[in-house]
């Protein structure tokens, strides 16, 4: 019994979403607590939710009230959420009051998530008050259920019961003996200090007599907008944290991105006091592979519709009428000479040594096969010679797009031939082996070369510099890319079906 078939190029459906939960107080003004939360869930491409603890009355200059609900509500919120759906991270923000703290409590230590980051909001930015006070001691019993703790320097003080530290060498050695204290990773942060340096640093426990600390740096920002920075900061770890794995490289891919949202601040105008970050200063660009897997999903139409067309289904059982296959031999004959001539052309443009390199390999094996087939094969058939009209506009297409100067245009357009042609290839060997690799198949040694591993890699390469071509275009350039690879898998069917039409 053979292995299922397995595609040339299993896409991925990239990066898995993280479903993150932010249990905090909600700001009306949008800056800080749940919105906050939820702008920076969004901006690592997680899935925000939200429990809300807390009601408050601020804005850009202040808090000016602050409401907690009946603690039973908060209760049927966390419960509605976790009976429901899966939870990757929790984010814990504001909790106002012991009630609230105990029952958030009391629901981590039952669902449990992957990862949990506790900001302990005490202290906004403003100096204002967000934590009563008889709620310290409650909050301090849930600091060993978090997995990283991210306190602002007046926060870690008063977890500490100290004097707020003045210097970064004061503020690192209170983050080791709260992380000591409580067994988990303190994110130490230097945003309150003076001076023109920004860093942060993690502390990692292993219990009190060993900590490794890793120190991140970052310059400071010159804005007076930076209200819900810690927020947003720990609800963008939360979610990063859940594909990383690594709190480190959490902190990196994330610091980056506060320090430009902090930059570009201003532009969004909003309040007269502290303003908020601009969580959305540039739209994520595209990951490795996004764009393969949105080309997959276009080709996927096509590619159901070629293993339906009657020259496959002869082809795969061995009765196709061997006219229809001369026909098509003769046309695959004519095409890969202007294949040859778009691959040259892809090497000419190709921004790297590698690349021009790939493509010129290409170009010589296209000009090699159709050598072979014309002396293989066609050359003892009374095969016709002349371009039929299918053959035609497949390769006027894929010169005009040669002649548009955009190799990453040039490579979508390409590209067809490439993965649909091996996954139609692959597909039709493998099923040549489940039917015991009859040795009367009529085409049975063209079945045997659609095994060739060579190709398949060929394949692979082309989808991945594809790929990297759409991630450096411009938004303009990756629509055009989509339009030349749509048509050019529209040729494919149309290519396998032309011997049915035209033979």
Known sequence: MTAPYSPVYPVASGRPTPRVLSIAGSDPSGGA?????????????????????????QNTVGVSAVHVPPVEFLRQQLDAISNDIEIDAVKIGMLGDAEVIDEVRSWLEK????????????????????????????????????????????????LLGEAEATDWASALDQGKRLAAEYGNTV????????????????????????????????????????????????????????????????????????????????ALEVGRGSGPIHHFHHQRGLRPGEFAATLWEHARAELDAIHRLGFIDGLQKGS??????????????????????????????????????????????CLEVESELHRNWLSSRDVSGTTGPVTKSYVDHLLACSASGSYAVLLAAILPCYWLYAEVGQKLHHAYVEAGSPVDH????????????????ATRTAIKLTDAAALAASPADREAMMEAFTQSCRYETAFFDAPRVFS
């Open 33 to 57: 607590g749940i919105q906050a939360d939820l702008k920076s869930i969004a901006a690592h491409g997680g899935y925000g939710m939200a429990a809300i603890t807390a009601l408050t009355a």
């Open 111 to 158: 669902v449990r998530p992957g990862v949990v980051v506790l900001d302990p909001v005490m202290v906004a930015t403003s100096g204002d008050r967000l934590l009563r006070e008889s709620a310290e001691k409650a909050l301090r019993s849930l600091l060993p259920l978090a997995d990283l703790l991210t306190p602002n320097l007046p926060e870690l003080a008063v």
């Open 187 to 266: 994110l130490v942060k230097g945003g309150h200090l003076a001076g023109t340096a920004c860093p942060d640093a993690l502390v990692n426990t292993s219990g009190l007599l060993r900590q490794d600390v890793v120190e991140v740096e970052g310059p400071r920002i010159d804005t007076r907008n930076s209200h819900g920075t810690g927020c947003s900061l720990s609800s963008a770890l939360a979610t990063v944290q859940v594909s990383t794995g690594d709190w480190e490289a959490s902190l990196r891919e994330v610091k980056p991105w506060l320090l430009e949202a902090l930059r570009h601040s201003g």
């Open 320 to 365: 196709l009428p061997e006219s229809a296959f001369g026909y098509y031999l003769a046309q695959d004959a004519i095409y890969l000479n202007g294949y040859s001539r778009v691959l040259a052309r892809a090497s000419a443009l190709a921004p790297t040594e590698d690349e021009q390199l790939f493509w010129a390999k290409g170009s010589m094996q």
């Open 442 to 457: 009529a085409y049975a040694e063209w079945l045997k070369t659609y095994a060739d591993e060579d190709f398949a890699e």
